[in-house]
T-cell receptor
């Protein structure tokens, strides 16, 4: 398994601003992912954060809105840009250490956009 | 279209009752995971099943992977209030591939 921390744990932001969420892992992992979980919903994959190259985005998510950095094998950031109330969600990072497709999740960042 | 259909979406039961949550798909998965998520936390991995027909037990929880690896079930015996949470199934089509999550089952166990 892996121990994952996220910062901030929650934030309340004004529309039009941007927020950067940090994800730190206690060990080196090749694959890191960012998910969105809207209120009362399941998880939707935003993108795969690739170390040393651009993130791979899922349908419906674009780099301009959700820029991602992955400077090394233990850290990644997700920025939610030009926020609107529709971006209010829990944002989760996860890691795949490489066994049986098992992913381990951070505690999430609860974002509220006013 | 949800690749993984999870049912029921909501379940409210009394302590001591049994329940089963289903996760169904028309696609074959190389592995399937079950997670539980409590409010304010990320999903926590409960179990991974990889072999068709596999059954795994975790205390009062029994997980089964369908013979054709297209479906799975989670059975809880004598549910307790501590079992309350959001249960998520997630499947991977290929080894090392991304996970597809089911819609989730929100379970409430009343004392």
């Amino acid at each position: 398994s892996a121990v994952i921390s996220q910062k901030p744990s929650r934030d309340i932001c004004q529309r039009g601003t941007s927020l950067t969420i940090q994800c730190q892992v206690d060990s080196q992992v090749t694959m890191m992912f960012w998910y969105r979980q809207q209120p009362g919903q399941s998880l939707t994959l935003i993108a795969t954060a690739n170390q040393g190259s651009e993130a791979t985005y899922e349908s419906g998510f674009v780099i301009d809105k959700f820029p991602i950095s992955r400077p090394n094998l233990t850290f990644s950031t997700l920025t939610v840009s030009n926020m609107s109330p529709e971006d209010s969600s829990i944002y989760l990072c996860s890691v795949y250490p490489g066994t049986n497709n098992e992913q381990f999740f951070g505690p999430g960042t609860r974002l509220t956009v006013l | 279209t949800q690749l993984l259909e999870q049912s029921p979406q909501f379940l409210s039961i009394q302590e001591g009752e049994n329940l089963t949550v289903y996760c169904n798909s028309s696609s074959v998965f190389s592995s399937l995971q079950w997670y539980r998520q409590e409010p304010g936390e990320g999903p926590v991995l409960l179990v991974t099943v990889v072999t068709g027909g596999e059954v795994k037990k975790l205390k009062r929880l029994t997980f089964q992977f369908g013979d054709a690896r297209k479906d799975s079930s989670l059975h809880i015996t004598a549910a307790q209030p501590g079992d309350t949470g959001l249960y998520l199934c997630a499947g991977a089509r290929n080894a090392g591939n991304m996970l597809t999550f089911g819609g989730g089952t929100r379970l409430m166990v009343k004392p």
